[in-house]
């Protein structure tokens, strides 16, 4: 009974955080997304219950499907541009070099600095003027690009901004998991004459599998949500060009004179859905 007893009181902190952070938040949420909720009716507490009402608003609104598009398109780019550099970034650092630590240590950088300095540079640097960028593109004879205004560059712009924020967390992971691969392995391939192609394609990437799983899963789950960005850099627009799911929720909940918090809160738990789906893969994948 005392061992019981001292479980669960170790137990304890761990449940609470979860029930005031996790577990509150989600019910709040969805309880949001079930009821007409007005400014009016969070002081006085009586939102008429709506069921799914709210769910099929957010489904017939032209913005839907658009919305649903970017956000895929957002996603799988950036994935898979930040995995894939990620993972040569790592392969090359495993080579031990002078300076290697000081130069792993500086790609680190973008993913330490907060989101709202990085988006606020990668303004600057894509500002249709005044920008880097399109300084360099001058000096080559190229036209400047609109990558802020025009509705056909402003999602690779925002996607290229979130690849460069995201390539750390992909180099730091891989990299991690590249040390825990024995160097014997390697001694064995290359006395029977494997190539590095060969090496890599044949042994690193089939032993980093497990890794890799994660590593896309975190990433998926993190760009999903991701707001800060895209308001910072375009707010979703222009003509709703850049709009995802997520920018497209706060803009429901908080971005207008009056809040829908209940379609807003309906597109949140879409996310949510979106990300628990690729979750059970995950583990269905993991367990086979």
């Known amino acids: 009974m005392r061992s019981k007893v001292s479980g669960w009181a170790f137990l304890a902190p761990v449940v609470v955080y979860l029930g005031a952070f996790y577990a509150y938040p989600l019910y709040r949420n969805l309880d949001l997304s079930l009821h007409n909720y007005t400014v009016r009716a ?7 219950f709506t069921g799914l009402g709210n769910y099929r608003t957010v489904l017939a609104e032209p913005t839907f499907w658009p919305a649903v598009w970017h956000t895929a398109v957002f996603t799988g780019v950036s994935l898979v541009f930040q995995f894939a550099i990620g993972m040569a970034l790592a392969v090359f650092f495993r080579q031990h070099f002078p300076l290697s630590a000081t130069l792993r240590a500086l790609f680190l950088v973008p993913w330490l600095l907060p989101l709202i300095v990085s988006a606020s540079t990668w303004s600057w640097m894509l500002n ?36 460069w924020i995201g390539i750390p967390f992909n180099l730091v992971v891989i990299y991690s998991g590249l040390q825990a691969i024995p160097g014997e392995i390697y001694e064995a391939a290359a006395l029977d004459g494997s190539k590095p192609w060969h090496t890599f394609w044949r042994i690193t990437f089939p032993l980093l599998r497990p890794v890799s ?3 896309l899963l975190l990433g998926l789950i993190y760009t999903l949500k991701v707001f800060d960005i895209i308001w910072i850099m375009t707010k979703g627009g222009p003509a709703d060009a850049s709009t995802t799911l997520a920018t497209w929720s706060y803009r429901l909940s908080f971005g207008n004179l009056l809040p829908a918090f209940g379609p807003g809160a309906a597109v949140g738990n879409l996310l949510i859905i979106a990300a628990m789906v690729f ?10």
Do not use: K, M
């Open 42 to 48: 969070f002081v006085q507490g009586n939102a008429p």
């Open 128 to 163: 249709s003027d005044s920008g880097i960028v399109n300084a360099a593109l001058r000096l080559v004879g190229v036209d400047p690009v609109n990558w802020l205004t025009s509705p056909a560059w402003s999602l690779a712009s925002v996607t290229i901004a979130n690849i």
């Open 213 to 215: 799983a994660i590593t």
């Open 279 to 288: 979750g059970f893969v995950y583990i269905r994948t993991q367990h086979r």
